[in-house]
């Protein structure tokens, strides 16, 4: 046996002294109270000291041993003790009025004296082992108050920080569409100054002069328009403005704009293109498609043709824009998408926020970019989820 468990306290109840003379010789072992009579019993387990297990006859005079019992599950101070009946009754019926009672074990007289020990043995592992359970739970129950009070405490510390972030970036907003605003005024009377001095000037020299401003002029106007839209898509998080786009037919008009402006520097092939609807922001899609021609015809090598291709599956819609390039690797493929990623790498210094643009424009729809160089290409992919 456990010795541990030999500094259990147990209550013999019995009326009968030679029971009570042999349960206490073979108990010998343990810490022992006696009690001769059902009374007499419950002024013990009441007590401030009670038993951590009884041995309870169940015919005694005045009250019962089942009488006992349902006293003590009715206390909530020994509801948990483990009793185990003595009794000479051996019917089904007394067996099981025994458990109904609350008794936890039902030995017969007259009893194996080894039988009995291993019940009760088994009796006060059993009681041990729900008292660690029970401390187990106080423990883990602390825990987790002290750890739901850090979490409360962190919760209330992030909604802070959340609110001064909401405020910083309703800040950032304004002041972009501020700037935005104050630049736009000086940048139209700039534009305007160097349209009208290209008309009145006739020196070549001063013609490319003003030629410059104005294209640097109109640069600065296009980067601030971009810069504030990518902020407005991020603050929002979500589309404002629903459209049934034909992309094909966008697709044309943008080329088109693109030509009659004398930005298009190479060739652009549609005939891999296929009609295709979607449902979002045309303004900003129309954009992005803008960006994305320029972007590759400013990466195209050789005068090679610009190829724009699309299609669809079961999850998405795609279009696929392809130029001839000189190598890039993966970490100049990442920056791409970030602004001013590749500032180095531009010989004017013009790197713009065109990709960073079109990821904001795809995140925006719910979609995906993707840069990619494969066999002297570049390939930038949009995926648009089916809706």
Known sequence: ?????????????????????????????????????????????????????????????????FEVCRKLRENNSTKDIPVIFLTAKSS?????????????????????HLELMKRVETQLELKNQREKLREMNEILDQKVKERTQELEKANSKLEEALIKLRGLDNAKTNFLRLVSHELRTPLNGIMGSAYFLKEIVEDAKMIEFIDMLKISAERLDHLSNMALEITDMQASGKISN????????????????LKRSKVLT????????????????????????????????????????????????EQSKWICVENESEFINDDRLHEMRTPFGLAKSHSDGNTGLGLAFVNTVMAYHGGSLNISYEDGKMIVCLKFKNV
Do not use: W
Request: net charge negative; hydrophobic share 40%.
């Open 266 to 313: 190479h060739h652009v092939d549609i005939s891999q293109f296929t009609a295709l609807e979607l449902v979002g922001d045309q303004d900003r899609i129309s954009k992005a498609l803008k960006e994305l021609i320029i972007n590759a015809c400013k990466f195209a090598i050789n005068n090679s043709d610009v190829i724009i291709r699309s299609g669809m599956d």
């Open 92 to 112: 089904k019926e007394d067996t099981v009025k025994g458990f109904e009672a609350g008794g936890q074990d039902y030995v017969i007289k007259p009893f194996d």
């Open 242 to 257: 629903y459209d049934i786009i034909e992309l094909d037919e966008l697709l044309k008009e943008i080329i088109s704009q």
């Open 1 to 65: 046996m456990n010795k541990e468990l030999l500094n259990n306290t147990i209550l013999i109840v019995d009326d009968t002294p030679e029971n009570l003379d042999v349960l206490n010789g073979l108990l010998s072992d343990f810490k022992r109270k006696i009690a001769i009579n059902g009374e007499k019993a419950l002024k013990i387990a009441f007590s401030d000291n009670p038993p951590d297990l009884i041995l309870l006859d169940v015919m005694m005079p005045g009250i019962d041993g």
